[in-house]
């Protein structure tokens, strides 16, 4: 694995003391887990935007004009325009992050499920926080996830297979991007765009196969924003499995009948939920080694990231 990757996150996570209240909402997993790997960016938008610690509590409020962020005893303090203007400011600047993780709940840092007010100060409906709305609407491409989503398995999994893929890219374009470089980098990463989306991975082999006939810019960036949208759809058992087949049919014809059998009963196994998806990939990394096929070593579907974060240990 390369460099660090440098990751975004809402401060409070890290143990920062930025909360309305003083305190913090440190997360032991992101910082001792993922923190072997990720370098995180820290941003609290509520100090950005001059409201200090403590401070008076906000919270989304339902208007004509949509959510806006309000004091939860002064209805006159509305920092709306200041986050959304904070937000605006930042995103520009978030070009070397390779994902972000966001505060749960919170009126500027939520990703989904934000409580929306209403006039008698009951919870009428759910929202975005208005920092992280912004930041996600001017930065589609970016893997963006919650603290409380990261302790699901499969969404962590699919989280952290996505920095790890936009990273590639993001060095991938570092330099310019030829039509060499994009056919090496899909063909590399197919089995991965097979597990979430088989119709953009479909689409995604056609768009490929245009390179070098328009300008590859252009290309890199429809490229991408399919890429990443294919890898939102989290990947599941069942397409997980038929993967484990695609690539069981690459290495049959090397193994003797009792290995056929024990590696297919393995996947089967995996499909119906009885073992994690580490146990068929670790047999099929065996086999590979012992029977090496460059096509399938360089796929990174079976090293997605480090194997220490034991993401498949627990899908
Ligand atoms: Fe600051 Fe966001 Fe944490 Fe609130 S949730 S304390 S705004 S970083």
């Known amino acids: 694995m390369s460099a660090r990757i440098r990751v975004g996150i809402s401060s409070c996570l890290l143990g920062q003391a930025v909360r309305y209240d003083g305190g913090h909402k440190h997360n032991g997993y992101i910082t001792e887990s993922l923190g072997q790997f990720f370098d995180f960016v820290p941003y609290c938008p509520e100090v950005a935007v001059g409201l200090g610690v403590p401070r008076p509590p906000i919270r989304l409020v339902k208007s004509a004009q949509g959510a806006r962020a309000r004091g939860v005893k002064n209805a006159q303090l509305d920092v709306t325009d200041k986050l959304v203007a904070y937000a605006e400011k930042v995103a520009p600047k978030l070009h070397d992050l390779s994902g972000y993780i966001l505060k749960k709940g919170s009126p500027s840092c939520g990703m989904e499920g934000v409580n929306v007010y209403g006039p008698q100060g009951r919870s009428v409906a759910t929202g975005v926080g208005l920092y992280a709305g912004t930041l996600m609407a001017q930065l589609p491409e970016l893997p ?19 920095v790890f893929v936009y990273q590639r890219w993001q060095q991938l ?11 090496e980098f899909h063909t590399r990463h197919k089995f991965i765009v097979l597990a979430h989306d088989e119709k953009r991975y ?17 290309l890199g960036r429809r490229y991408i ?8 759809k989290p990947a599941t058992r069942t397409r997980h499995a038929n993967v484990l087949q695609h690539l069981f049919g690459f290495l049959k014809q090397n193994l003797d009948a009792a290995d056929k059998r024990e590696l297919l009963k393995l996947i089967d196994s995996y499909r119906r939920g009885q073992l994690p998806l580490v146990v068929p990939i670790t047999l099929l990394r065996h086999y590979l080694r012992r029977f090496p096929e460059p096509y399938l070593s360089e796929q990174y579907y079976l090293a997605p990231h480090p194997d220490e974060l034991m993401l498949r240990n627990q899908i």
């Open 144 to 162: 963006f996830e919650e603290e409380g989503r990261l302790m699901d398995p499969v969404l962590r999994e699919n989280f952290v297979e996505c």
């Open 225 to 232: 924003q399919q890429l990443m949208l294919a890898l939102k």
């Open 202 to 218: 479909r689409e995604l082999g056609r768009l490929v196969a245009t390179a070098g006939r328009s300008g590859m810019t252009e």
């Open 173 to 183: 374009t570092a330099q310019r991007l030829t039509a060499k470089a994009l056919v």
